[in-house]
């Protein structure tokens, strides 16, 4: 069981939004690079960072801190926000980052996930954020008339290394995740999910685990981790058991 912290990054800092929202953000580290090692220093195996300015603008604003992060770190890190092209992608993997995240574009533009997998196997990632089982793109602005399990089953197809199911009525509200539609989620394919959004507890931990069978490989955690209801060694230890 993978307990993956989040780094969010918006203006160079390690940032909390509540519910994709950019003007609701706390600021929890001027240092992102720092919050890094602390999480792998506390037994992280993987770092999850985004890009928020880049996944509003289109294109990676925060690069040279996605850079001083991997500098920081000797677990992999994966990457989201703002990625729209190949040429972005392989910027990334050359600085050192193991895998890319897509999100809105995977959905968009089916081809470009399909060539994305080819290009670059075993580093591909698909985000998919839900509400009420249909899919929603441009930071959660757009509901969809995508099925989300629909959609996750043509991005397996296309050969990508896991996907992060975030339900997004449950992130950063501090509810616990949708063990029921995660679980659903995973069923449904041979690729690893991630679970998203609203982990906050040790309870939540018991909750993937008796979900890990059916395909739920791990959580991205975030705040969490910074408003302190949720002990992260702990939290690994209760994983690892």
């Given amino acids: ?7 969010d990054l918006k203006g160079g ?4 939004l509540r519910q994709g929202r950019m003007n609701d953000a706390t600021v929890f580290s001027a240092d992102p690079a720092s919050v890094a090692k602390r999480w792998a220093d506390e037994g992280a195996e993987r770092i999850h960072v985004v890009d928020l300015d880049g996944a509003f603008k289109g294109s990676p604003v925060n690069l040279k801190v996605v850079e001083e992060i991997v500098a920081a ?5 994966q990457i989201g926000g ?9 910027r990334y993997l050359n600085g050192g980052v193991q895998y ?6 995977a959905v968009n533009t089916p081809h470009f996930l399909h060539d994305l997998c ?3 196997p075993r ?8 509400k009420d089982g249909r899919v929603a793109l441009n930071g959660w602005a757009k509901v969809t008339g995508h099925d989300v399990i629909e959609t996750a089953v043509h991005c397996e197809r296309d050969g990508v290394e896991a996907i992060i199911y975030t339900d997004i009525s449950r992130d950063g509200m501090m509810q616990g995740f949708n063990a029921e539609s995660t679980s659903a989620l995973a069923r449904a394919l041979k690729t690893p999910v991630l679970a998203s959004g609203g982990v906050s507890s040790l309870d939540d931990i018991r909750r993937l685990k008796e979900i890990e069978n059916d395909g739920v490989v791990g959580a991205v955690i ?20």
């Fill in 222 to 241: 975030g705040r969490a981790l910074y408003e302190g209801s949720l002990d992260f060694k702990e939290a690994v230890r209760l994983a690892k058991g």
């Fill in 100 to 105: 890319v995240i897509i999100g809105t574009k």
């Fill in 118 to 120: 080819l290009e670059f």
């Fill in 73 to 77: 770190v000797d677990v992999p890190v």
């Fill in 13 to 16: 800092q390690c940032v909390r």
């Fill in 123 to 130: 580093h591909i990632i698909v985000s998919l954020d839900a």
């Fill in 1 to 7: 069981m993978l307990l993956i912290p989040a780094i």
């Fill in 82 to 90: 703002g990625i729209r092209d190949e040429e972005t992608v392989q």
